[in-house]
């Protein structure tokens, strides 16, 4: 009698920062004991089987505490952490490292010929975007990005409703996301220096708003505030402002305010304060991410140990009502979607099939690299904007798709434009 040997597909991580805490270790926790079904593709092992990281030290802390929570990864620290990694049999990669770390890893991940998931932004640059894009399709594997708040209850109703055509015409919307001061002055203080909260957050309304509404890009203002991370006249931003302008098909515009900052008081009632507001034609949504439905007061507890408010949608720990303890939202979800999506291409059906499975799940443009051009475009203008602030030109505007070039940045006063991009967006 012989025995099937079960489907598996071996992942390597890159970064055990907060991202992996939050959400990608109760992923490989969960699938480590239950693994992953579907009818499309059957049963699949997820081991974690291999870590790249910087010292070593978090990941040895964590495989040692975890026990027979994870499967034995292997954990490799130092400069080449990610060859090494690479090496090890893995079949997919995960990197979530500081957002200006993303390119190096990735594109040594696509160069091996594995598939790939990034966290937001997926690069910095649309030249970055072009390269990784190109080894993809070169090496017939996956390349996506983590767009987790597309997955959120509330954005994904405001998405049926315009998909659907309740909502007429997008005509301006504004975001809000605000984090407390220790995100930037401890959790990030080892990357912080030169970095932006726009870059960092902004990006996943970017990416909403850009799915959810569709239309052409047209231009990116941006402006914001230092002096509290770091010197108010040097390269680290407490927060910024940007506009985005897109237009549309039938010919209207539609114009987005998107503000962040990660410099709110730690004793803020929230991990996060979130809010948008999109104005239609025909109607108005609001959300609130602190407003739907949770308050709690634990004496000696709230609100640093425990929030007075918290997102559960996101990621919460549960007692379920069968007694396991679980940890699941829209966080880990995304994870677990991208697995499905990779397990399909593999395992889905015939070899002689894979091709057609790969560009089936490439279509998918909520988080396919190739359908990220738009939204990497806004943050390239931002970075750009914010770094001639910094340099002491401010009001830089960046257009879109112009005679010029594909991302232009004019400078008040001065009468030759900076060209970001040659291609069109």
């Not at 489907?7 to 907060?18: F, I, Q």
Request: glycine content about 10%.
């Amino acid at each position: 009698m012989t025995t099937k040997q079960p489907l598996a597909l071996r992942a390597g991580m890159v970064g055990m920062g907060m991202i992996f805490d939050e959400t990608y270790r109760p992923f490989f926790e969960k699938a480590h004991h239950t693994g992953l079904h579907d009818r499309r593709f059957g049963d699949v092992d997820v081991p974690l089987a291999a870590v790249a990281t910087r010292t070593g030290s978090r990941a040895e802390k964590y495989r040692d505490g975890a026990g027979e929570r994870i499967h034995c990864f292997q954990s490799f620290a130092g400069d080449d952490a990610v060859d090494r990694m690479l090496h090890g049999g893995i079949d997919f990669a995960c990197v979530a490292t500081p957002d200006d770390r993303h390119f190096e890893a990735s594109k040594k991940v696509l160069m091996a010929g594995k598939h790939l998931l990034v966290e937001k932004p997926s690069v910095l640059k649309l030249q970055e975007l072009d390269e990784l894009v190109a080894l993809a399709q070169a090496k017939g594997v996956l390349a996506k990005v983590v767009y987790h708040k597309l997955l959120d209850p509330d954005h994904k109703k405001l998405r049926t409703f315009v998909h659907d055509g309740v909502f007429q015409h997008i005509n301006n919307g504004y975001c809000s996301l605000l984090e407390p001061k220790q995100i930037s002055g401890a959790q990030f203080s080892e990357w912080i220096t030169g970095r932006n909260p726009g870059t960092y957050v902004a990006v996943h309304y970017i990416k909403l708003i850009d799915f959810t509404f569709g239309g052409r890009l047209k231009s990116v203002v941006a402006g914001g505030q230092r002096g509290i991370i770091g010197p108010k006249d040097g390269p680290t931003w407490d927060s910024v402002q940007m506009k985005m302008t897109y237009e549309y098909d039938y010919g209207r515009e539609a114009a987005f305010d998107i503000h962040t900052s990660w410099v709110t008081p730690d004793n803020f009632p929230g991990y996060v304060e979130q809010e948008v507001q999109f104005r239609f034609d025909n109607g108005v949504w609001n959300a609130h991410s602190r407003k739907r439905g949770i308050e709690c007061t634990v004496e000696g507890k709230t609100p640093y140990d425990i929030k007075i408010t918290m997102n559960t949608h996101y990621n919460g720990t549960f007692v379920e009502p069968w007694g396991e303890r679980s940890q699941r939202g829209y966080g880990i979800e995304v994870i677990d979607r991208f697995v499905r999506e990779l397990a399909h291409v593999e395992f889905g059906g015939p070899a002689e099939e894979r091709g057609d499975r790969l560009q089936e799940m490439r279509e998918l443009a909520y988080n396919d690299l190739e359908a990220d051009r738009q939204t990497v475009a806004a943050v390239q203008a931002l970075e750009a904007i914010l770094e001639y602030a910094a340099k002491g030109e401010p009001d830089c505007v960046v257009r879109v798709n112009e005679d010029k070039g594909g991302l232009v940045l004019y400078r008040p006063g001065k009468p030759e434009p900076v060209v970001l991009y040659s291609p069109r967006v």
